[in-house]
């Protein structure tokens, strides 16, 4: 119709030389149904195809909106693969289709389904509007069900003032879900890798240690026992081997100090002590609680532990003459390590690193020393009973302790008509 109405108007033109083109269109036009308006453009977009007159024609305006069409779509597609690009980090080459799939909700109303998955796809993601559209249909997967139902109990524990206390990382959390008969989708325990996976997307991570601080001053004139230990942290049994140290936790009321006394064998706290000073009686005073903590146990005779080596820095607490007679009554032997090396007291090091990272910065700031004894007490609680340790096997240290003094029971008193464990 549009070239018949072009032909129609030139021969008119051509008949009657006199008739303009705005002439033959108000003619032509109503009796083809067309208006004027748009059979003059026509004719005037014709004589430009034509070379007849100046301006841009049929092919190069095509041609233009071709190339503004691929522009746009260029930079859609880039637009799409940088917001593809940080959404899928950390997701590997391949992200998992559910991960593909909450990005295009994202993400649709911005750019389209379509384009989305054109990207995606040029890209070697393989993905369809039609998957798309039919992943959105479906159910959730069994895995998806039991992924959601681990990921609760994940969090619950991670908070659980008797479990994770909002420390715990993958390793630790993994063996805390182990130890409380936690499976995975085909009943064999969790794997870690599920946990890491789950606790990355609930935004779980356990706590870090910082910088450890000395805060033990040497007495250069007092006499110092000789270092019994080498660095061997190791012990056969319970009370063979101590190892104490102090540190300091700033509060709103100014710098307190706690001392710890910790059994090697287990790593178990037994004694500790908070105060705003940290004469010789802070340590003095943990010393007494982990001895009446064994003598409470029934692990002493008459107050004294015939063997036991005490392990500390060179602090002038240590080698005061109060703390080394104290130790001699319970028939404790003295041990310290070198000045300014905090590798010869690595273990005790180690343990006020914890104190700091899972205690001290996680509960506060605090006010005054007695809110520190109180978070003190309950995180020594905490850590003796509850938290699993990686050097004993990832269980408590007094299940620890419990476990070898029933296996120690069983050696001694063994059942009538069976052999003993010697």
Request: overall charge positive.
């Given at each position: 119709?549009?070239?018949?109405?072009?032909?129609?108007?030139?021969?008119?033109?051509?008949?009657e030389?006199?008739?303009?083109?705005n002439?033959?269109c108000?003619?032509?036009?109503?009796?083809?149904?067309?208006?004027?308006?748009?059979?003059?453009?026509?004719?005037?977009?014709?004589?430009?195809?034509?070379?007849?007159?100046?301006?841009?024609?049929?092919?190069?305006?095509?041609?233009?909106?071709r190339?503004?069409?691929?522009?746009?779509e260029?930079?859609?597609?880039?637009e799409i693969?940088?917001?593809?690009?940080?959404?899928?980090?950390?997701?590997?080459?391949?992200?998992?289709?559910?991960?593909?799939?909450?990005y295009?909700?994202?993400?649709?109303?911005?750019?389209?389904?379509?384009?989305?998955?054109?990207?995606?796809?040029?890209?070697?993601?393989?993905?369809?509007?039609?998957?798309y559209?039919?992943?959105?249909?479906?159910?959730?997967?069994?895995?998806?069900?039991h992924d959601?139902?681990?990921?609760?109990?994940?969090?619950?524990?991670?908070?659980?003032?008797?479990?994770?206390?909002?420390?715990?990382?993958?390793?630790?959390?993994?063996?805390?879900?182990?130890?409380?008969?936690?499976?995975?989708?085909?009943?064999?325990?969790?794997?870690?890798?599920?946990?890491?996976?789950?606790?990355?997307e609930?935004?779980?991570?356990?706590?870090?240690?910082?910088?450890p601080?000395?805060?033990?001053?040497?007495?250069?004139?007092?006499?110092?026992?000789p270092d019994?230990?080498?660095?061997?942290?190791?012990a056969?049994r319970?009370?063979?081997?101590w190892?104490?140290?102090?540190?300091?936790?700033?509060?709103?009321?100014?710098?307190?100090?706690?001392?710890?006394?910790s059994?090697?064998y287990?790593?178990?706290?037994?004694?500790?002590?908070?105060a705003?000073?940290?004469?010789?009686?802070?340590?003095?005073?943990a010393?007494e609680?982990a001895?009446w903590?064994r003598?409470?146990?029934?692990q002493?005779?008459?107050?004294?532990l015939?063997?036991?080596?005490?392990?500390?820095d060179?602090?002038?607490?240590?080698?005061?003459?109060?703390?080394?007679?104290?130790?001699?009554?319970?028939g404790?032997?003295?041990s310290?390590?070198?000045?300014?090396?905090?590798?010869?007291?690595?273990?005790a090091?180690?343990?006020i690193?914890?104190?700091?990272?899972?205690?001290v910065?996680?509960d506060?700031?605090?006010?005054t020393?007695?809110?520190?004894?109180?978070?003190?007490?309950?995180?020594?609680?905490?850590?003796?009973?509850?938290?699993?340790?990686?050097?004993?096997?990832?269980?408590?240290?007094?299940e620890?302790?419990?476990?070898?003094y029933?296996?120690?029971?069983?050696?001694?008193?063994?059942?009538?008509?069976?052999?003993?464990l010697?």
């Open positions: 119709m549009r070239e018949r109405a072009q032909r129609m108007v030139r021969e008119a033109r051509r008949q030389p006199g008739l303009s083109v002439a033959a108000k003619r032509i036009g109503p009796q083809l149904g067309i208006l004027p308006d748009t059979l003059r453009g026509w004719c005037k977009q014709a004589d430009i195809d034509d070379g007849l007159a100046a301006g841009v024609t049929t092919a190069e305006s095509e041609e233009l909106k190339l503004r069409r691929e522009n746009a260029l930079r859609r597609a880039n693969l940088k917001t593809a690009s940080a959404f899928f980090a950390g997701g590997g080459a391949r992200p998992p289709y559910p991960l593909i799939v909450a295009i909700d994202q993400h649709k109303r911005r750019f389209g389904v379509e384009p989305i998955c054109a990207a995606l796809r040029a890209q070697g993601i393989a993905v369809a509007p039609s998957g559209y039919a992943h959105k249909k479906r159910g959730p997967s069994r895995r998806a069900l959601a139902a681990l990921a609760e109990t994940i969090e619950a524990t991670f908070f659980d003032r008797d479990k994770g206390r909002g420390l715990y990382g993958a390793r630790k959390m993994w063996h805390q879900l182990r130890r409380d008969g936690v499976t995975g989708q085909g009943g064999e325990p969790v794997a870690r890798c599920t946990v890491e996976r789950l606790m990355r609930l935004g779980l991570r356990g706590v870090r240690r910082g910088q601080t000395i805060t033990t001053r040497p007495d250069q004139h007092a006499g110092r026992a019994l230990v080498d660095r061997d942290f190791t056969a319970p009370n063979q081997l190892v104490v140290d102090l540190t300091y936790v700033p509060t709103w009321s100014g710098t307190v100090f706690t001392a710890f006394v059994d090697v287990s790593r178990r706290i037994v004694g500790w002590r908070c705003a000073r940290m004469p010789t009686e802070l340590p003095l005073d010393l609680m001895l903590t003598e409470h146990a029934g002493t005779a008459d107050g004294r015939e063997g036991l080596i005490h392990h500390s060179a602090g002038s607490q240590y080698t005061a003459i109060r703390y080394g007679d104290r130790l001699a009554e319970a404790a032997v003295a310290i390590g070198s000045i300014g090396d905090s590798y010869d007291n690595a273990m090091e180690s343990l690193g914890l104190y700091k990272s899972e205690c910065r996680r506060g700031p605090l006010r020393v007695e809110d520190l004894e109180l978070v003190t007490a309950s995180w020594v609680h905490w850590f003796n009973t509850n938290r699993l340790h990686s050097m004993i096997g990832n269980i408590p240290p007094v620890y302790e419990q476990n070898y029933a296996h120690d029971t069983a050696r001694e008193d063994p059942i009538s008509g069976e052999p003993s010697h």
